[in-house]
């Protein structure tokens, strides 16, 4: 996985710089401090804490017409996840234990992930040195690159920093927008702050476990975060 992230980061990059010369593209970089949380369509496994991560990757806009642009990029997503609270113990995660676990355990999840947003951007006309925009929407496609999780319940039962990979789909896709504001430092430079939010619609578990050590887990996690968005843009 690392190193078809770092092959596909080569590529975009090569593009972004090959296809800036015609003055419609645009190429940048950001960093997001994330805060990120789980639900599910079960009433006896509720989210119980989120994950603060962060967001670095590359931004690439290409100009369709005055203040409307298509937009794309690459992100590597860091500390996503959150945790789970069962109502009813079972035993989940059993590739990382055997053990009945009690009622009320937490499970908790921490993911990496490469991730491909596409979407479009609409842009206010200049006030001054500032733009105003809203992009809406945004599709992402996400690709687990590491997934730790922990186990926290009463007894000898809790585990830190274990693989979780077969607990987890190794890809999802989610929609969202964002608004912010672009602030001009030059005539090519854009300083871009914001806020985007964004909810997967897949779902994050395998549900390989069984709730009393008997039923099947068939639950729907899903993944929900809000991304403070701090980017230049050329």
Not at 49 to 60: A, E, R, S, V
Not at 86 to 97: A, D, K, L, R
Request: proline share 3%; charged share 20%.
């Amino acid at each position: 996985m690392k190193k078809i992230a770092i092959a596909l980061l080569f590529s975009l990059t090569c593009t972004f710089l090959a296809q800036a010369q015609d003055g419609k593209f645009r190429f940048g970089m950001q960093t997001s401090p994330t805060f990120s949380w789980l639900s599910t369509d079960n009433k006896n496994i509720n989210g119980n804490g989120p994950n603060l991560g962060f967001k670095l990757g590359l931004i690439g806009e290409y100009d369709i017409a005055e203040n409307y642009s298509f937009t794309g990029g690459l992100n590597f997503a860091f500390n996503h996840g959150g945790t789970l609270k069962y109502n009813n113990g079972g035993t989940f995660w059993p590739s990382v234990t055997s053990d009945t676990l009690p009622d009320g355990v937490n499970l908790k999840y921490n993911l990496q992930y490469v991730e491909i947003p596409m979407g479009m951007k609409m842009r206010t006309n200049e006030f001054g040195l500032f733009r105003f925009y809203a992009e809406l929407p945004i599709f992402t496609l996400g690709f687990v690159s590491k997934s730790t999780g922990a186990i926290k319940a009463a007894g000898d039962a809790n585990r830190e920093k274990e693989n979780i990979r077969d607990e987890v789909k190794g890809f999802t896709v989610s929609w969202g927008f964002g608004v912010g504001t672009e602030y001009d430092l030059s005539s090519t430079t854009k300083l871009v702050g914001g806020l985007a939010f964004q909810k997967a619609f897949v779902d994050l578990t395998e549900n390989s476990g069984k709730i009393g050590g008997t039923t099947t887990d068939d639950s729907k996690a899903n993944m929900s975060a809000i991304a403070l968005r701090i980017g230049v843009i050329f």
